[in-house]
């Protein structure tokens, strides 16, 4: 039972979803989960799926059965939000409780807690060597820690809010981040620096990644648009307008020339990055839907939602 169902003794059996048209792309629909599913992440190699929700449960997926192969728990609240390592050795989950812990991909165990922050773990990002993981949190810092040791080996400070998002740099020498301001900060990772700051206008941002060439940035929000920005200047390349509520989540394809995004207004929709146009549309889910990720090969989306389940639609 989630931490609010708690509170307010709610059962979430008692949840009862509306019926909608699913989307001719469905590939299927995978369950397990008890509430709300908050964070998708598929493995290196496309062969697995890791789901965090606001059951408190981190879950491992085999996507071709679409079963569960392992369920973890220790987190003490709801799991904001995942990760998976590109050696596909480790799992990394943040979470509500203050913590983000790391998970033996291949077992199920926990094998760090990392306890730092003062406040919920919004994001957490494994760099692309998987020896550190970047958290960052409502406490205003962004926290590098060893993945060998799980101990804490640098603390980014300069935002002066919440920050919900945070992501690496393909090369690794870079992390990029937002969240209540209204501003993308750029950091140098050796240093610790933020060394470029890019007023957006925006009042909330959910998440921020950047493309496969390290070139763009794409981040969403409140606003319900999906923005592309230059890396290098800030300018803002083109605002995808489409979805009709907060857009919760948004991944570049692997190739870089197609975006994904998820959002409250229950849909998951692709977009043409060059061209700043929407591609499609993918209806089903019956609530809001919290994260999105592209299969490696790029033939697949994940989406996980509020309405307990995880989705798989086919790109081609």
């Given amino acids: 039972m989630g931490f609010l169902s708690k509170i307010f003794g709610k059962k979430e059996e008692e949840l009862k979803r509306p019926t909608v048209r699913e989307d001719v792309n469905l590939i299927k629909t995978m369950e397990g989960h008890l509430d709300r599913v908050l964070g998708v992440k598929f493995s290196p190699d496309g062969k697995k799926l890791v789901s965090g929700g606001f059951d408190e449960l981190v879950m491992l997926w085999d996507v071709e059965a679409g079963t569960s192969i392992h369920t973890m728990k220790g987190h003490e609240t709801w799991v904001e939000c995942i990760d998976y390592s590109r050696d596909g050795k480790l799992l990394a989950s943040g979470s509500t409780d203050s ?64 920050i919900e998002c945070v992501a690496w740099s393909h090369d690794g020498k870079k992390l990029v981040s937002c969240g209540e301001e209204p501003v993308v900060r750029i950091w140098d990772v050796e240093s610790g620096k933020n060394v470029a700051s890019f007023q957006t206008q925006d009042t909330l ?27 290098a200047s800030g300018k803002i390349i083109h605002t995808l307008e489409g979805h009709e509520d907060g857009v919760r989540s948004v991944c570049f394809s692997p190739d870089g020339s197609e975006a994904a995004s998820a959002a409250n207004d229950e849909s998951v929709r692709l977009w043409d990055v060059k061209a ?29 939602s509020d309405d307990r389940k995880i989705k798989l639609w086919g790109i081609r």
């Fill in 99 to 162: 913590t983000a812990r790391i998970w033996d991909a291949s077992t199920g165990e926990c094998k760090y807690v990392c306890k730092g922050h003062d406040t919920a773990v919004r994001m957490v990002a494994f760099s692309p060597d998987s020896k550190t993981l970047a958290t960052c949190s409502r406490d205003t810092t962004i926290r590098l820690w060893d993945t060998e040791s799980g101990k804490e080996t640098a603390k980014l400070l300069g935002h002066k809010s919440y």
């Fill in 276 to 304: 700043g146009k929407e591609l499609h549309c993918y209806r089903g889910h019956t609530l809001e839907v919290q994260s999105v990720d592209i299969s490696p090969d790029g033939r697949m989306i994940a989406s996980g």
């Fill in 205 to 231: 941002s959910h998440s921020v990644c950047f493309s496969p060439d390290d070139s763009l940035i794409a981040f969403c929000g409140r606003d319900a648009k999906v923005k592309i920005l230059d890396a």
